[in-house]
């Protein structure tokens, strides 16, 4: 089992931006590509909500919240997906989890200050 390793996270300004990375560290190609994948977060008393996936034919799908300032992309040759996330706001503010198929990362804190 592979255990997605998540960065990138940390304090930014409303308007700002960051970008979250997630390595798959020893997982095999094929097995990257092949399943869905995606970002999700979860803020304090609240559930843990999808952001942004990608299904296993590439086609990106996003949360209505997040639509037209998060892309969600990933990189095949390196085994890498990312979260750009631009013009945050505070309620962008949670722990961000890079989900692959049944494996979810620790998670990385992005806050954001008004």
């Known amino acids: 089992q592979v255990r997605p390793r998540e960065s990138g996270g940390g304090l930014v300004q409303a308007g700002g931006s960051l970008r979250l990375s997630c390595a798959f560290p020893g997982m095999i190609l094929s097995t990257f590509w092949s399943k869905p994948m995606g970002w999700y977060r979860q803020s304090p008393g609240k559930e843990r909500e999808l952001v942004a996936r990608i299904e296993r034919g590439g086609t990106p799908n996003y949360a209505d919240s997040v639509k037209g300032r998060f892309t969600i992309s990933r990189e095949n040759s390196r085994k890498m997906m990312y979260l750009q996330m631009n013009s945050l706001k505070p309620e962008d503010t949670a722990v961000y989890y890079c989900?692959?198929?049944?494996?979810w990362g620790q998670g990385t804190q992005v806050t954001v200050s008004s």
């Open positions: 989900n692959h198929g049944e494996d």
